[in-house]
């Protein structure tokens, strides 16, 4: 699409300040004369402004504006923590370590399988998400870099740095189920207060 040089030309400082010397010039010549010459001398002080006057500056644009990253989903999050158990299989990695991922793996489907219930605490879902995306990787990946992996400490340390992940995940499954009793119970009192006594098949 072609531009209009000469408009932008009109409005720029350069010409602006060539227009003020001449008018300037000009003004002087009917104060105080100039000469027969007056409208050269004009000519020239519009010239020499246009030629000394600074380029407008470009107009600095704002950054592009980044996007924000999308978050794991629960599905990928249960599909990753499954993949990582394969993955203790397919190495070979001796059973106990085996059976004590399976454990965390069975923890983080439990808080996984909850995950709205998590909503008003994020924190606890960048919990589930470190330990899936870093701690869980992290740990399989120091342990396969050991030659002899069946060694009895190299299985241990493993073993309880799973166990150590599942007791933070059941902290916050147990969170989870902590909140839906309160719930529950928070329902119950609103219904003996607004029914009276409940049936009994709906006691506590």
Do not use: C
Request: proline letters at 7%.
């Amino acid at each position: 699409m072609p531009t209009n040089n000469g408009g932008s030309f009109f409005f720029s400082r350069k010409n602006l300040a060539g227009i003020a010397i001449a008018t300037l010039i000009i003004a002087l010549h009917l104060v105080i004369g100039l000469g027969a010459f007056w409208p050269v001398v004009a000519i020239a002080g519009y010239g020499a402004a246009v030629a000394l006057t600074p380029k407008n500056p470009p107009k600095k644009e704002l950054p592009p504006v980044q996007a924000t990253p999308e978050l794991d989903s629960p599905g990928l999050l249960a599909a990753r923590s499954q993949e990582l158990v394969r993955t203790m299989y397919s190495h070979g990695a001796a059973a106990p370590a085996i059976e004590a991922i399976k454990r965390l793996d069975s923890s983080l489907q439990l808080v996984i399988g909850n995950w709205t219930s998590l909503t008003n605490f994020p924190e606890h879902q960048v919990t589930i998400r470190s330990i899936i995306n870093q701690y869980i990787p992290g740990i399989i990946d120091a342990y396969l870099k050991i030659p002899t992996r069946n060694d009895p400490r190299a299985v241990e340390d493993l073993i309880e740095s799973f166990d150590l992940l599942n007791s933070e995940t059941m902290k916050i499954f147990n969170a989870i189920q902590e909140q839906g009793l309160n719930n529950l119970e928070d329902h119950g009192r609103a219904l003996r207060m607004q029914f009276g006594q409940l049936p009994e098949e709906f006691r506590e």
